[in-house]
């Protein structure tokens, strides 16, 4: 098993532009998850989904938008990025059957720098 | 979700124990201690997690205070490799709750 990937792992992008960040997971989890990592600070939760087809935000919202059409994969995406997005993104995946207290898998992250 | 507490750095000689603090007082019923740690910039990794009762696992123990406000995570045999920022997380139990990251413990592990 791949566990959680993520595509692209850097990227650099120019003010206004915009991208996709996509994370995929082969282990059927219900629950994924966006989080941006800043030097020296914890992961800030962006945006997470509970199911295919569902989205809520979460600490950290604004600048990003989310979509979950099939279950295996989330996509961020920044319509217009900013300085401030400069940042390390994290996506992960958890199961809520089993145990329902499960551990979250995290990918290996994507380097993101705006200019 | 309750908020945790943890020192912002710790050192530890290779081979000994390391204990690492953390205090969650406003912790309610039904959520759990979880702990992350975070090798360099790699996604974190899941350590071990528990509810009132101490844990073991091939990674760590879990030591939870009886009134559930505080708990220590002790990697019994600390190496190099275990230096990593170390995450203590309250969740709630189920399929509530999201992991809510504060800033962990940056733990130096030395020759």
């Known amino acids: 098993n791949a566990g959680v990937t993520q595509t692209p792992k850097f990227r650099v992008l120019k003010t206004g532009q915009s991208m996709t960040l996509l994370c995929a997971q082969d282990m059927n989890h219900e629950y994924m998850y966006w989080y941006r990592q800043d030097p020296g600070m914890g992961l800030r939760l962006i945006h997470y989904s509970v199911g295919e087809g569902t989205t809520a935000k979460g600490e950290v919202p604004d600048g990003y938008n989310v979509s979950r059409l099939k279950k295996q994969n989330f996509l961020l995406g920044l319509e217009s990025a900013a300085p401030s997005q400069t940042s390390v993104y994290f996506c992960a995946s958890r199961s809520t059957t089993g145990t329902l207290n499960t551990e979250a898998f995290f990918g290996q992250g994507t380097r993101l720098t705006v200019v | 979700d309750a908020k945790t507490t943890q020192p912002p750095s710790m050192d530890c000689a290779e081979g000994r124990a390391a204990n690492l603090p953390c205090n969650h007082s406003t912790i309610s019923g039904n959520e759990y201690v979880y702990w992350y740690r975070q090798i360099h910039s790699q996604g974190p990794q899941y350590i071990i997690h528990g509810l009132k009762n101490n844990e073991t696992n091939e990674m760590a123990s879990l030591i939870i205070t009886e009134d559930r406000k505080s708990s220590t995570l002790i990697l019994p045999h600390a190496t190099l490799r275990d230096t990593a920022v170390y995450y203590c997380?309250?969740?709630?139990?189920?399929?509530?709750?999201?992991?809510?990251f504060g800033k962990g413990t940056k733990l130096s592990v030395k020759p």
């Open positions: 997380i309250v969740r709630a139990g189920g399929s509530q709750g999201n992991l809510i």
